[in-house]
């Protein structure tokens, strides 16, 4: 009994110390983004959407069409690619979305007004 016991508290030692990673490998959607600030925190601009969009993976916001979206950096776009912005959706009704930020395509939506031009160029982790 005492051995199973042992035995049972070693190995739970070693998946603590050794923990397994498993994941999807993405790729990066693009090197660079421009944004106002260094950290990409300042609203660039609010935009509105025209369309549906329903997020691919968990980098992605899901979007319904009529809602604004704080606008705070758009990714560079680089060949073969589409080119996306990252913000978050902004109104009550939109409440348990407010604050998630994540990537959506620029082509969906109209920028409804331009808080700050987005001149600073920061590469992307």
């Avoid at 999807?24 to 925190?41: E, Q, T």
């Avoid at 549906?52 to 809602?67: L, S, V």
């Avoid at 939109?94 to 082509?107: K, L, Q, R």
Wanted: hydrophobic content about 35%; charged content about 20%.
């Amino acid at each position: 009994m005492t051995q199973r016991v042992y035995l049972v508290v070693l190995l739970t030692c070693l998946g603590l110390m050794c923990p397994v990673v498993t994941g999807i490998f993405m790729d990066k959607l693009a090197s660079k983004k421009l944004c106002v600030d260094d950290d990409c925190v300042y609203t660039i601009s609010l935009a509105r959407a025209e369309e549906d969009y329903n997020a691919p993976d968990c980098r992605f916001i899901n979007i319904k069409k009529g809602q604004l979206i704080y606008v705070y950096s758009k990714l560079v776009k680089e060949k073969d690619s589409g080119e996306f912005w990252a913000g978050s959706v902004y109104g009550e009704q939109y409440e348990d979305h407010m604050g998630t930020v994540g990537y959506f395509p620029s082509s969906i939506v109209s920028e409804q007004h331009v808080y700050q031009d987005a001149n600073k160029s920061v590469p992307t982790t």
